[in-house]
């Protein structure tokens, strides 16, 4: 397998995947910055989106979209618990977070990182997102990670996308519980695998 990823993006988290999952995979930079892979190909030529992560499998068979990409890891390895079984209830909560994630914290992010947008866009979409995270600090009281006592997938987005707080001034540091469990899954070994792969981690 090949996942391609762009330092510190959202491609993190499909990245804490495979490290966790122990499946064998190549790790293949494609910066959004340029589009360029290390070996000059035009990345537009694997993902006409232009955007990471992309999955591709041993057969050609390509995934886009981080929450797909992350249960098709999570599957093929049953045994780490990655997920919750396909058709149980747990299952969906997972989808849910994994949604609650990617519609809610990744896309609120997206206006911060814009240098285009106007200041009051920022205020609002900084404002929300705080919201946001604030819920999600409570739903962590007493947890150790999303699910309960147990990783799952959907930590790894989490860990990468509340990462990026920092960057844009969202301030996190009155939020323990968030902080605790930012500081908990940065100390698992296979995070700190892929930020090291990524340059991130010295």
């Not at 949604?99 to 866009?121: C, D, R, V, W, Y």
């Amino acid at each position: 397998m090949k996942l391609y990823y762009s330092p510190g993006a959202c491609s993190l988290s499909p990245h804490i995947a495979l490290h966790e999952s122990g499946l064998a995979f190549e790790a293949i930079a494609a910066p959004t910055k340029t589009h360029q892979l290390p070996d000059g190909t035009d990345y537009y030529s694997i993902n006409p989106l232009g955007y990471v992560p992309l999955l591709e499998l041993d057969n050609g068979l390509r995934l886009r979209e981080g929450p797909a990409i992350v249960q098709y890891i999570a599957d093929l390895v049953p045994a780490k618990n990655l997920a919750p079984a396909n058709g149980t209830f747990e299952r969906y909560r997972l989808q849910e977070w994994l949604t609650f994630i990617g519609t809610e914290l990744h896309k609120g992010f997206s206006p911060l990182f814009n240098p285009a947008m106007p200041q009051e866009a920022k205020i609002l979409a900084k404002d929300r997102l705080l919201s946001r995270l604030q819920w999600v600090d409570g739903e962590l009281a007493g947890r150790n990670y999303l699910m309960g006592d147990n990783f799952s997938v959907a930590d790894g987005y989490l860990f990468t996308v509340a990462s990026w707080g920092k960057h844009v001034g969202v301030d996190i540091s009155g939020m323990s519980h968030l902080g605790a469990y930012l500081a908990r899954l940065a100390a698992r070994p296979a995070v700190q695998a892929a930020l090291k792969a990524e340059g991130l981690l010295k």
